[in-house]
């Protein structure tokens, strides 16, 4: 029998091993593209959601000084934009810090379910993001120097803060007797 017979019927079969190897390669990358793809898609709307949380919580302590109001509207804000608290493995942890004004923390952990990559193991990624709104009335211009933005529906036609806004119960005073607004 021929020697260089016997060496192509060894070697038959080896190119479907390559091949397995190689496919199961190509389906892992492109299930990290595509995986990882979708990951960002939901990061980049869980961070708009975070932040409109920390706009929503910052506004309603402003208005209320309650931490518990602000805590809800935020993340009634959160679920509002498809990040629900304790839905599905989603976190909406809101944080406070008291010292110079007020801000408000909104961080959202929420899973993404794999598609390709749950194949190999991966069934799912935790996708965080976290903003950070301040909130105050400014009483003076020392280090932190900032254009004001007001919402015209803040303010009566005669151009006086809507009462929720001047309200002296609220944990900030809207007033001129505090020095908070220019004099000159």
Known sequence: MDDSANDRGRERGQIIVIFALGLVAMVAMVGLVLDGGSAFAQRRTEQNAADLAALSGANIYLLTGSQDQATAAARATSAANGFTHGAGGIAVNVTYELTDGAEVTVKIDAPHRNSFVG????????????????????????DKVAPFLFSIDAFAPNGEPLPQYGNPGAPFAFNSDNNDSPVN
């Open 119 to 142: 194949v190999m193991g991966m069934t799912s990624w935790t996708v965080s993001t976290q903003a950070t709104a301040e909130t105050g009335i400014p009483n003076g211009v020392t």
